[in-house]
């Protein structure tokens, strides 16, 4: 059994250490903020536009912040050092946001998808295109 919880201790650092994983993680974790409030707003009787749009911009506050502290380890500090960051961030989610918020309603009308089914096939889009602009754009490490 000490081996065993031994091997588990291991391959959780192993994975850890690998910003990818790390990011699919936390971005999975954004994945189920957005989700869960979609889901809520949706029972709650809102429309699907504004139930989207507000569902995506929770899901960006609460991804900004795990990406920054967890994924991609800003050295970004005070609020001289993070307003930059933040704004590159906010700005590349606002884009991946359009293709969310048109997207979804896109596959449900024309494609005949089901609401939830369409949210998560635009999310596969949006999670890559998200991990691109911040590796490459926005949480870039200064050498």
Request: charged share 15%; proline share 3%.
């Amino acid at each position: 059994m000490k081996a065993f919880f031994g091997w588990v201790r291991k391959m959780f650092f192993v994975c850890y250490n690998n910003r990818i994983l790390r990011y699919i993680f936390y971005g999975g974790l954004s994945t189920l903020v957005n989700l869960g409030v979609f889901w809520i707003l949706r029972k709650a009787g809102v429309p699907l536009v504004p139930a989207n749009t507000l569902s995506v911009i929770c899901a960006i506050l609460f991804a900004y912040y795990v990406n920054s502290r967890f994924v991609f380890e800003s050295k970004a500090r005070g609020f001289k050092e993070r307003w930059p960051e933040f704004v590159k961030f906010i700005t590349a989610r606002l884009s991946t946001m359009v293709i969310e918020v048109g997207g979804v309603p896109l596959l449900v009308n024309a494609a005949h998808f089901h609401e939830l089914a369409a949210k998560i096939v635009i999310q596969f889009i949006v999670l890559s295109l998200n991990y691109v602009f911040s590796k490459f754009l926005i949480f870039v490490k200064k050498s």
